[in-house]
């Protein structure tokens, strides 16, 4: 008898569990999916349109909100994921009053930072610390901290030794933020920080010469406010590292007409 009572409690569990499982993965209505990437968009995280399809877009931003609410980084959404959307609340920059981004390493997202605090959130993989060769000398896949200027920018696709960039936007030597096919959920490139494809033609163009970008983590941050108030700090230091867009054609004026020529630059593709 007691047997059989053991019997049946194992059956009991096996047909509770089945039947969670079967409606964890029944897949999520289309209304339901819509009324999710309308909550990501209205927090905040950058989604696509707002369509009830749950592409690259709607992906990148449940991403980028799991990794800000410390949530399990699946990709995937389910109906925990729209009841945490319902009981969250927007992301808020370190730093406000003034255009910049941020990016959070611990969290592994980027911010664009609007003047009035508003924010587009980006999942990232920036640097993960482990040791590479690149060019016969050894280094290590560091993301540096700190507050930088976007100095020197690329259009399309680049190629080097380390990898491939798409739109890179270099804020310190080689290192850029540039969109790459592979931004996997934690820490993986040489010391970029890597954002996806399909946002990141509008990054660049967000991001022009001279934006300001706040790197950090929880243990480090340094703030831009000074550059802020007085703007002449920050135009020294973006005429120290020599602004430059692509291997773009220079402006030389003449008593007649402005013309171009063509410098090549360092090769600083990264990945």
Sequence with gaps: MRLLQAFGLILICFWTVAAGQSTRNEPVPRAQIQEAERLLSEQGFWTGPIDGIL???????????????????????????????????????????????????????????????????LPVSSGNNKTFTDEGQESIAYTPRGRFLVYYKETGWKSGPLGRTYYANFISGGVAIHGSRSVPNEPASHDCIRVPMFAAREVSKLLKLGTIVLVYDKLSFVSALDWVKNPKLKEAALASLGAEIDYAVEPIVTKSKSIGVRRPLPKLTRS
């Excluded at 592409?55 to 109906?79: C, H, M, P, Y």
């Design 55 to 121: 592409d690259a877009g709607s992906r990148s931003a449940l991403i980028a909100f799991q990794k800000w609410n410390g949530r399990e980084v699946t990709g995937e959404l389910t109906n925990d994921e729209i009841d945490g959307l319902h009981k969250s609340g927007s992301p808020r920059a370190r730093e406000l009053g003034y255009e910049h981004v941020e990016v959070d390493l611990d969290r592994q997202v980027l911010m664009l930072v609007s003047e009035d605090g508003n924010v587009r959130v």
